[in-house]
């Protein structure tokens, strides 16, 4: 059962006034990003096999993913009635698709695949406190405020198992360090630049994994403050077993906030100069 639905969202108060054009195009990449969570459950279902009681929880991740797609969709498409997402969404399957057929877990261990999803939760927390924060339009702020509080609880819940299992499988510090900073690293992949391409493209442009990820980073590095980048810095530490106020802590949360800054200023030169002001 989800923690909420959309009925409880008061659609009707939607202040278009209100609506940031940057923000938009975020919202639209995530809702197709947030949408195809399907794929990430039937992948995390065939790692976790002999464990039914994980898959029953991962069914339930799966459905509040789908349902955060949807309201994003549905506020999007208020928004900008021109906005066809049916149409954007096959345009960004058909370039992007999460490799399900792994009967092992692409990180190496089921542990492994654990702090993962830990890291993809902390950002996506992180990302829409700071999109709720952002925001002055109400009802996307409401929605944003619902999705960051689900994805919180995903974060709680792949890190009790991580817990769990850490008896069965004992990562050292070192090796969940790096699992974790392979893992933001990986924001940099395509998906996030398929999504904004298919997302916001016009018809005639052509795919660029540089311009439309830089554009899409950018647009989104912009609405982090430091309070967020503290806030990833101390889930992030605890998927990695580090203490939060120790030196690694404090310097990670300091390289996370730079790499947020970077992403906000040098991205944006990159992708204007390769004209894509339009995006």
Known sequence: MSRWTLSEIAWDQLEPAKIDPDMLAVIKTAALVEYNSHDYGHYLNTIFKEDQEFQSKVNVWVKEERQ???????????????????????????????????????????????????????????????????????????????????????????????????????????RRICLALGRIKETDDDELAMAFYAANASPCETYSRKIHGGASLKRASRYYKRKHTQRAAYMTAKASAVAPQSFVGALRERLIYAYVRWNAVAKADLSLSRGTRSL
């Open 68 to 174: 955060h797609g949807q309201a994003l969709e549905k506020w999007a498409m208020l928004a900008d009635p021109e906005f066809d997402f049916e149409k954007r969404f096959q345009t960004f399957t058909d370039m992007f698709s999460l490799k399900t057929g792994c009967e092992d877990s692409i990180r190496g261990s089921q542990n492994g695949e654990l702090i993962a999803r830990c890291i993809v939760e902390t950002g996506t927390s992180s990302y829409y406190t700071a999109l709720a924060d952002a925001c002055e339009e109400p009802v996307l702020k409401l929605i944003c405020q619902k999705i960051a509080a689900d994805e919180f609880c995903h974060f709680k819940l792949f890190y009790k198992y991580l817990q769990q299992r850490a008896e069965k499988e004992d990562l050292s510090r070192f």
